[in-house]
Each structure stands twice: as structure tokens, then as C-alpha cells.
DNA sequence: GAAAGAGGTCACTAGGTCAA
DNA sequence: TTGACCTAGTGACCTCTTTC
């Protein structure tokens, strides 16, 4: 997980620590606002084969890949990963992946076109003022558009990869997550309008960034998936079988199936901006109730349950 | 690259200790100073399980867990907990364990960013100058920033050198436990000026080390628990009515029942609505996010917090 | 150039070991 | 049982390459 949990803060920082690069002075520039990862729900840190995913996730599927892991699960093949149990079930965290789309087919490299960048954080700002998502997604803001827009980034880009990759690519089903880029791309149409012309500017991120930290989620469907003709898909048996996550909406989140959607904005609020001690507590409550009893879903906090999580 | 910081250092050093590598110059990497074990005040050797903590205590957590154990006192449950008699009391020992923030949902894997890092010296650094703490805690040094930001890992020290240092203070009444938490973070203010974008400085480590060593502990308040498998549960469930502690992961933990924290509350009016699926992956986002980097959240824990996120 | 991601690097830790 | 030691991973960072 990257500490960069973002805000500014983290922002800042990363400049300072030189690591971010251009560092020179240079004010670095904030990255773009991905959300949580598609796999365990943790920060993001970028587009990694596919989806947005953190560090580990990105890391564990290439771990996973090239040495062509075959994973169990010793529980039922429903884990649920998140941040907090994700090394717990390498079967079903690798399924995570590539459920979500993850594929050595999916990268994409260089720079994220400005338009698609616009669209995308358009399309967050206006969910962020809505505070709700049209398809009822939970945590609102998602970068459809960026997700989709895959179509831009070059597809064709494999073969500069293949050589890097090349181990790698064989075994990747790459394909499994089929459904879901299908339903959940929104179609990504590029009107070149100029309108974007002037640049997306810092301070949109900015705030995206603020409201956004991992909390929320921008689900890029992996737009890559393309029938890869080049992959040779050897003997890549994972048992994706699952495809049994039929995700109604068009951002297909971890949830279990029988998650339900319904529409709630009421966490929009607070996804906005810092915490203050209050939300922290609630949310710090939610969440030890969580970790402890991860089976009711629809759970209503009442003061048994303040008390029972202490 | 940073090499600077890091460099190789392997585990032999950390074991030899002594040397710490000074002699050498900057090659031996001095592993970070992680200060007092939290339960015993031994020489941490590591964040484990969410906590600064020493060997001893690491492994008594993990048997304590893997085997479902269940202690009695034959005291009154309030045993002071040290190095020299730590093996006298298991039950104690392990209540100290999981009030000190020991769980499995707070382990933390990977290299520790540099951020909070440089917060810990930091803040480390100034508490030497001061030679005060501001809680009065006993030993007067802490790396609270390092606690604090929980998802952060926290630096390590060589340990290795129990032997030295304990000496001194050794002993230390590790702190009327409870009282621990309650330190407060350092707030995080990063201005990381470029002072540290260098990475930080083996001098630096290295003074702190000395002036550490076992005196010092870091506090790491575990507040990340997050779901965990969703899984069927079933057939783990320990006798323990107890139902706070029914992990169905493959981790069962199991606090003693005597454990008691204290009502906190303060959420129980947030805490009523009835939260929906997609509410709840927020919320699991938020709380995935302060577990990580709680820094930038203007938070500042206190006993209450401290407590209730247990 | 700047921005982005694949890959590589290696600081770190859960776990397993086994002498004491 | 304990806890010093090791090992297999994990993931925070960084470098390199591609694309805008
Ligand atoms: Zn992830
Ligand atoms: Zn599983
Ligand atoms: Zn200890
Ligand atoms: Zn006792």
C-alpha cells in the first residue's frame, strides 16, 4: 500500500522525497486520482495491466505470472480480498485479479491521453456533485471513461512489450473477465471536441484527489481485454471458471454476489475532505466491525454493536 | 535510488548486532530503530502483527493464535509485563499483546515508506532533544508518528542489541499499558522539505539507535481491521461466546475475555444509519485508508480512539 | 519534455525451525 | 515453550521505456 493515501499531503511529500521524479523543483505534479484498487480496495497507484490497482496487487499478479503460480484456496474460492487480508488467500487474490481484467494483454504504456484524462475527471467531478452514480455504484466516482478509453492508448502496443514480457504473457487467461469489460465500459466516443483543449488543471485533480483518497473507487474496466490473438494462452488452466460475478453495474466491485446495490449517497458527504474526529471514530468503528464479522453486509450500527466493537 | 538508504544490509547483521555497522561506513545498513518491544520493552525487532515487538513476543502472539490459547492469571490479571518476566504470566502477556494492538488483521507487509520513516526519526530525533515526552511516559522516547500511522510501518532498529542496551532503563515498567495508546500522534505535517528528500541518513539512525535502544518504544496502534474472508465461517467457531473475536480467517484470534476495553462511543449516534453494501466498501475504503496512512488525516488519536479502534 | 506503467530492487515481515 | 534464525514473500520505490 502506498502510503500515499493521498491527499496532499502525500502529493507533497512525493515531490519532496525526490523520488517522484522530475522532482527538481519542479512542483510534481499530483497523480491522477485512480481510486482504490480494483482487487483489494487499497490506494492505486495506477492503471497495472489492465485496472487500477495498489503496488502489491500490481506486484503479486507479476509475481503470479511469472512464475506461473497455481494457487488454492483452502476456503471456497470466495475470499473476499481486501487491504487487511489480501495475503491470506494468494487463490483467490490472483482471482480477484483476474476477474477484474487484469492481463499481461491489458498494458498500456506512455502518457494517458488529455482527452481521456478530461473525460474521465469530468465524469468524477460530476458524479462527486451528484453524489450519486447513475447505476447506483457505491462508491460513486469512477473513471469510466478513462477505463474505457483503452481503445486510445494503443492497443496495438504488445509487441514493444512482447520482449519484456514475453515470459509473462503466455499464461495469462487474459480473457476471463470477458463480462466485465464488456458491460462495464461505457463506451468511450471520443468527440474531439477542443473544448478540452486547455489543460486539465491541478486544482480539478486536486480536489478529485481530496474527496477521492481511497475511498472511493474508479473502477477502469479493463479495457484491454481484446481478443488477444497474440497469446498463446498455453496451458494457462486457472480455473476462471468465475465469471459468476455478474456485476450489474457497470463497475464491477469485490463484492460477493449476492451483494446488492441500492443507492445511498449519504456517504458521499463524507467522502469529502479530511475526516474529522467523529467520522473517523464512525468509520473506525465500521470497520472493526467489519474486520470482526464480515458477513452482515447490511449491517445497522446500533448501540450493541457500538458496544460489541468497542 | 536511494541507495543510500538502503543498501544491503542482510539479516546477519541484524542478528550480529554489534557491529552495527558504523565501522564500515555507510554499508552495513542499520536497520531502523524500532525501540521497545510494546509488550515486554525487550528490543523491538520489527513492527509485528501491527506492533513494535521482539522476537519473543512475535512468536508468543503467533503459537498464542495459531493454537486458539486460551489463559488464566492466576493473579489478578494485571501483571506487569517486562522482559525478564515476561514467561511468568501468559495470559498478562497476551492481553498486553492485543491491547498493545496486536492482531493479525494489522500485519503489515513490505518495506516501510520512507515517509513515515522520516516522520519516526524525526520525531524521534526531537523527543531526544527534549528528553521529554509529553505524555510522561515513562521511557521517554516513542516514535509516535510511527505508531500512528499505523499502516505505516514503522522503522526497525538493529536489535540486535538487546544486549547493550537494555541495560540501561531496560526494564522499564513498560508503561501502565492502557495509558500507551493514548499517546498521541505527532500531528504529520509533511513538509518534507527537501532536507528529507534525501533519504534518510544512516547518521541518523545511527544516533537514534544508541539513545534507543530499548528505551524507546514506538507505538503502533493497529487500526486497520478490515473484513476478512467472507467466507462460510462454520466450523471454527471457538466456544467463545466471545464473538468479538471470531475471525474466520484462517487466524482465528481470541482475546481473553476478560479483555475489556471501554465504551466509546460517540458513535453510536453516526452510527445508526443502516449502511448498504456500497456504503460499506467505503467505508472499507476509508478505513483501508486510514489504516494505511492515517498521517494526513488531521487525526490525532487519543486514549478514547486509541481504545476503541482496538 | 512530461506523464505513466512495466519491471526491477530490496527493505521488511509472517512463519517455520529447532536448540535450549 | 521459547525465541534466535532463516526463508519465502510482500510491496514501497525507482529506473527505463513508451506515448502524448
Ligand atoms: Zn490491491
Ligand atoms: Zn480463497
Ligand atoms: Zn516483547
Ligand atoms: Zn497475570
Redesign the pocket.
Known amino acids: 500500500?502506498?502510503?500515499?493515501n493521498d491527499e496532499i499531503i502525500a502529493n507533497e511529500q512525493r515531490d519532496s522525497?525526490?523520488?517522484?521524479?522530475?522532482s527538481k523543483g519542479?512542483r510534481?505534479?499530483l497523480?491522477?486520482p485512480?481510486g482504490a484498487c480494483r482487487v483489494c480496495s487499497?490506494s492505486a497507484?495506477?492503471?497495472?495491466?489492465?485496472i487500477?490497482t495498489?503496488?502489491?496487487?500490481?506486484?503479486?499478479f507479476?509475481?503470479?505470472?511469472?512464475r506461473k503460480e497455481k494457487y488454492r484456496c483452502y476456503f471456497d474460492n470466495a475470499c473476499l480480498i481486501n487491504?487487511a487480508n489480501?495475503?491470506?488467500c494468494?487463490a483467490c487474490?490472483f482471482r480477484q485479479c483476474t476477474n477484474q481484467g487484469m492481463s499481461?494483454d491489458?498494458?498500456?504504456?506512455?502518457?494517458?491521453?488529455?482527452l481521456v484524462?478530461e473525460r474521465a475527471l469530468k465524469e468524477l467531478q460530476e458524479q462527486k456533485t451528484k453524489g450519486t452514480t447513475s447505476n447506483g455504484e457505491i462508491n460513486g466516482m469512477q473513471a469510466n471513461t478513462l477505463s474505457c478509453s483503452s481503445s486510445?492508448?494503443?492497443i496495438?502496443?504488445d509487441d514493444?512489450?512482447t520482449m519484456?514480457?514475453d515470459s509473462?504473457?503466455a499464461q495469462v487467461p487474459s480473457v476471463p473477465m470477458q463480462d466485465d469489460s464488456s458491460n462495464t465500459c461505457a463506451k468511450f466516443e471520443v468527440e474531439i471536441n477542443s473544448s478540452s483543449s486547455g489543460s486539465i488543471d491541478d486544482h480539478q485533480i486536486d480536489v478529485l484527489n481530496s474527496s477521492f483518497n481511497s475511498t472511493v473507487e474508479s473502477h477502469l474496466p479493463a479495457y484491454n481485454s481484446l481478443p488477444d490473438m497474440k497469446s498463446k494462452t498455453s496451458a494457462n488452466d486457472r480455473e476462471d471458471e468465475i465469471k459468476q460475478f455478474t456485476y450489474r453495474t457497470k463497475y464491477p466491485t469485490f463484492l460477493p454476489n449476492d451483494f446488492t446495490v441500492d443507492e445511498t449517497d449519504g456517504l458521499s458527504q463524507l467522502a469529502t475532505g479530511l475526516l474529522n474526529n467523529e467520522e473517523l471514530q464512525y468509520v473506525k468503528a465500521i470497520a472493526n466491525k467489519l474486520g470482526r464479522n464480515s458477513l452482515n453486509l447490511d449491517t445497522r450500527l446500533n448501540d450493541e454493536e457500538a458496544r460489541f466493537i468497542r
Request: include cysteine; hydrophobic fraction near 25%; charged fraction near 35%.
Open positions: 500500500m502506498v502510503d500515499g522525497d525526490l523520488s517522484q521524479k522530475s519542479k510534481s505534479r497523480t491522477f485512480f487499497d497507484t495506477g492503471i497495472h495491466y489492465g487500477a495498489c503496488e502489491g496487487c500490481k506486484g503479486f507479476k509475481r503470479s505470472i511469472l487491504v489480501r495475503n491470506r494468494k487474490r499481461v491489458g498494458v498500456k504504456m506512455g502518457r494517458i491521453p488529455k484524462k486510445d492508448r494503443s496495438d502496443n514493444s512489450n519484456e514480457t509473462i504473457e
